[in-house]
Structure formats: C-alpha cells, structure tokens
C-alpha cells in the first residue's frame, strides 16, 4: 500500500513569508508526527497527534509554528513569518497505535529553504 | 527518555558483518531499544527493536547485554545500500510517544 507522503517536495521561500507543508499519513494510522531535520542532525521532534488532538507540541520551537489535522487524516504544519533558520527537512510519520511497539513509518520530507 | 552514545562512523566491506554499538546506561526498566536507519536524502525506516532478549528479524540482528546498558546491531551481510545513518533510541514501548533522535552512526559500507 501507499506510504506516507508529503507535499511540496521542495520549498523555497523568502523570509518573512508564510508556508504551509502537508502530510498525508498511512491510511487508518491514528498517529501523527511532525518532525524537522537540520543538516548533519538527527530529527528533532516537533509535535504529535493523536486522531484529530495535538496530543504533545512540545517540540514546537515558538508560536510561528502551528499544525492541524481537522479530519485526523491529512496534516498541514503552518510557518508564519519564515525565518532563515527554519531552513530544514521536515519530516512527517504516521503510526498504526495498535502494536505494542508502535513503529514509526517516515515520508520522504519537505526541504524548506528560507532565503 | 534515556540517553544513547554512538561513534559517529564505521565502515565496513561489502559481504561483511557490521556491528554497531550503541551505549544507554541510563536506560530504565520499561524502555526498549529502537534502531531505525536513515539512507541519504530519505525519511528514517524502523530497523529492529528489543527490550531485553535478543532479536533478529530478515534486516538484523539485535544483541542486548545481561544489564542492558549497550546493545549491537548487527547487519549480517552488509550491502552496499546499507550505507546509512543508524540511530539508536530507547523509549517506552506501548505509548505512542516521540522519538529522540542523537546523531547516529554513519556506517560506510565499501565494495
């Protein structure tokens, strides 16, 4: 079946400027994560949904980051006000909830670079 | 969740074990060891995971010491597409939590 995917590929922006990435998960997959990936690093945790609530956003760097999942399917995370710092891959993973170990299924990423 | 220490590189050849170390000596009774790897330009992909016992799966083997402070993975018969970043995690099984990634291992698999 379809894997997780993720929406545009590639970003380029202008600082200042408003972005919105996309997640579609794994079909029937209650969770959902939002992650971000800085070169050389390892993924740096951002959010996580279970269904349609944002069951922890601790990793959510400040309040220009924001992300929803209103249907608890697809997911958008939401970047106000780009900064070149934000430049990154993020990252999207789905996950089943009903295993005992809960494997983490990983998109491809979206490169967001900020000019 | 508990720490883990990695080397930042191995390299190995073609048609060779790898073995990759990884220590979490602060890791707690009801935490299992996760490895996932990540090839280049790719989201990570769950390798193999383990609390206390040893296992093994049709990508590697997992080998987890009597205290459980370090583990190894091991890739059998190493390719060259396995020339990744291997992370090693440890966190509570059961709970849809986050993953805390370190910056892993680059294993270099040469011909």
């Known amino acids: 079946g379809a894997g997780v995917s993720q929406t545009p590929s590639n970003k380029v922006t202008e600082k200042g400027k408003y972005v919105e990435l996309r997640c579609d998960p794994i079909s029937g997959h209650t969770a959902l994560y939002w992650y971000r990936q800085s070169l050389g690093q390892g993924p740096e945790f951002l959010i996580y949904f279970q269904g349609t609530g944002a069951a922890d956003d601790s990793g959510l760097p400040n309040d220009r980051f924001f992300a929803v999942r209103p249907e608890g399917s697809v997911s958008t995370l939401k970047i106000q006000r780009t900064e070149r710092g934000d430049s990154a891959v993020y990252l999207c993973a789905s996950s089943s909830g009903g295993t005992s170990y809960n494997e983490q299924f990983f998109g491809p990423g979206t490169r967001l670079t900020v000019l | 969740d508990a720490k883990t220490t990695q080397p930042p590189s191995m390299d190995c050849a073609e048609g060779r074990a790898a073995n990759l170390p990884c220590n979490h000596s602060?890791?707690?009774?009801?935490?299992?060891v996760y490895w996932y790897r990540q090839i280049h330009s790719q989201g990570p992909q769950y390798i193999i995971h383990?609390?206390?016992n040893n296992e093994t799966n049709e990508m590697a083997s997992l080998i987890i010491t009597e205290d459980r402070k370090s583990s190894t993975l091991i890739l059998p018969h190493a390719t060259l597409r396995d020339t990744a970043v291997y992370y090693c995690?440890?966190?509570?099984?059961?709970?849809?939590?986050?993953?805390?990634f370190g910056k892993g291992i680059t294993l270099s698999v040469r011909p």
């Open positions: 602060t890791i707690s009774g009801n935490e299992y």
């Open positions: 995690i440890v966190r509570v099984a059961g709970a849809n939590s986050k993953l805390t």
């Open positions: 383990g609390l206390k």
